[in-house]
């Protein structure tokens, strides 16, 4: 009897996706056809949008609709599918519980009053006794909980060709055994989602506003547009990252303007599932205040604003930051990907409004 994986099971399910469009890329046989559908599961605890292109599924955006009855703390595309069906995303597979698939967030907020909040991991209520073997004193995660959650107050849809999806968050501390907390930050939201021959692209624009008076984006690395992809294929498991810079496996920060560490305009991780070669590319636009990067190993990709330096942001002068994402089926080459930043590059930087 054949050996029956995680692996191959997955594979057959890209297989059959793929099996459905006599090329093998569904995109090729008829004109896109967007749509989707709001479910709500769990007694509404939680909501998915789903969202399909000619009825194949493309990627869901998931988010908390019943806090704190269910701990998703900020919304996430998950799982995102290239146009053959393969999932090239995964969320938290065994470690760093925070990490979930198409993510966006932020370590440190010190809003108005000095107080720093953390929105992008899932920190519990304090401990005050308890020690942190992991980090220094000041960094101790038993006391800096909890973190927040990005609350969606308001949403709208644009389905078609592609699928545009406009949200309001509201960035709100939690308070125990309530639901409600404090709004520190106000964001717009947009994504835009398509499909065009081996490629799922998925731009996200954000603006961020201070609830109240000036607030700030402390240097972090927990930050701003994240992605983590399917175990099956991050380094660790015999995929390979890439960047523009012809790096092979960057590991940690990359945020120089020269050298080694480099600032990449994109950065990609690709590898088997099961015969077939597919993976994730992770762009910033080249209008953003700054593109720093930070890559490991086991599947993380982020690109920020704000792993080195604190940005400061108000009403006046909100944060704006606007990021790429493309899951695609076969290798992607150097070439191919530039043509796509390139082209990232000519949109509208922000159209949230």
Aim: overall charge negative; charged content about 25%.
């Amino acid at each position: 009897m054949a050996e029956f994986t995680r692996r191959k099971l997955i594979a057959a399910g890209g297989i059959g996706f793929a099996a459905a469009a006599t090329s093998g890329n569904a995109q090729t046989e008829e004109p896109p056809n967007f749509k989707a559908e709001l479910q709500q599961p769990f007694r509404n605890q939680t909501q998915r949008l789903k969202v399909t292109n000619n009825g194949r599924y493309v990627t869901s955006l998931i988010f908390s609709a019943d806090y704190p009855t269910h701990f998703r703390l900020k919304p996430e595309l998950y799982p995102v599918l290239t146009p053959a069906g393969f999932p090239v995303t995964d969320s938290h597979q065994y470690c760093f519980i925070h990490h979930q698939s198409v993510m966006c967030g932020h370590g440190r907020v010190r809003s108005a009053d000095g107080a720093v909040h953390d929105f992008y991991r899932k920190l519990n209520f304090p401990e005050d006794e308890r020690a942190d073997k992991w980090h220094t004193p000041e960094r101790n995660l038993y006391k800096l909980g909890p973190s927040g959650i990005q609350r969606i107050t308001k949403s709208a849809r644009t389905e078609g060709k592609s699928l545009t999806v406009d949200l309001t968050l509201e960035w709100q501390t939690r308070t125990q055994n309530s639901a409600e907390g404090e709004t520190i930050v106000i964001e717009k939201r947009r994504y835009e989602i398509s499909q065009s021959g081996q490629h799922t692209v998925i731009d996200h624009f954000s603006r961020l506003i201070p609830a109240k008076g000036e607030a700030v984006l402390e240097a972090d690395r927990h930050s701003f547009c994240g992605v983590r992809v399917n175990d099956l294929i991050d380094v660790d498991e015999g995929g390979t990252m890439r960047d523009s810079e012809g790096r092979v496996n960057p590991d940690g920060n990359y945020w120089d303007v020269e050298g080694e560490r480099k600032s990449p305009r994109w950065v990609d991780c690709s590898g088997k599932i099961g015969d077939a070669t597919v993976g994730m590319t992770l762009m910033g636009h080249p209008k953003n205040l700054r593109n720093e990067y930070y890559v490991r190993s086991w599947g993380l990709m982020e690109v920020s604003a704000m792993l080195s330096t604190d940005v400061p942001f108000s009403s006046e002068q909100p944060f704006e930051f606007a990021a790429r994402y493309v899951a695609h089926d076969g290798e992607i080459k150097p070439a191919t990907a530039d043509q796509l930043y390139s082209k990232f590059a000519q949109q509208e930087f922000l159209q949230t409004d």
